[in-house]
């Protein structure tokens, strides 16, 4: 089992940067990536970046690529995103996944723990 704590959500105005954590707990050795989705009110689950456990290296989706940056800190176990020149449209609820399983990143199927998720509001 791994068990995930995400924080850092908030109200913030256009064009400026928020910082979410999730921190893992339990069985984090087995863990194959860790990665972060977004839900707005109406719309489909959609991923926004992840990275592997093993290598550290990330992939992002192009809406996000070049404004946010995942990272992780090994000590902590603790995975982040930082986001950066926000816009009204990354208005969601973000939520931390774990996959122990080996997959395509980008699915949500790919990962069998989820975060509670955590509101992230930009105005304009």
């Known amino acids: 089992q791994v068990q995930l704590v995400e924080s850092g959500g908030g109200l913030v105005q256009a064009g400026n940067s928020l910082r979410l954590s999730c921190a893992a707990s339990?069985?984090?050795?087995?863990?194959?990536?860790m990665g972060w989705f977004r839900q707005a009110p109406g719309k489909e689950r959609e991923f926004v970046a992840a990275?592997?456990?093993?290598?550290?290296?990330?992939y992002y989706a192009d809406s996000v690529k070049g404004r946010f940056t995942i990272s992780r800190d090994n000590a902590k176990n603790t995975v982040y995103l930082q986001m950066d020149s926000l816009k009204p449209e990354d208005t969601a609820v973000y939520y931390c996944?774990?996959?122990?399983?080996?997959?395509?990143?980008?699915?949500?199927?790919?990962?069998?723990?989820w975060g509670q998720g955590t509101q992230v509001t930009v105005s304009s």
């Open positions: 996944a774990a996959a122990t399983s080996a997959g395509q990143v980008i699915h949500t199927r790919t990962y069998n723990y």
């Open positions: 339990g069985r984090t050795f087995s863990m194959y990536a």
């Open positions: 990275i592997w456990w093993s290598t550290s290296s990330t």
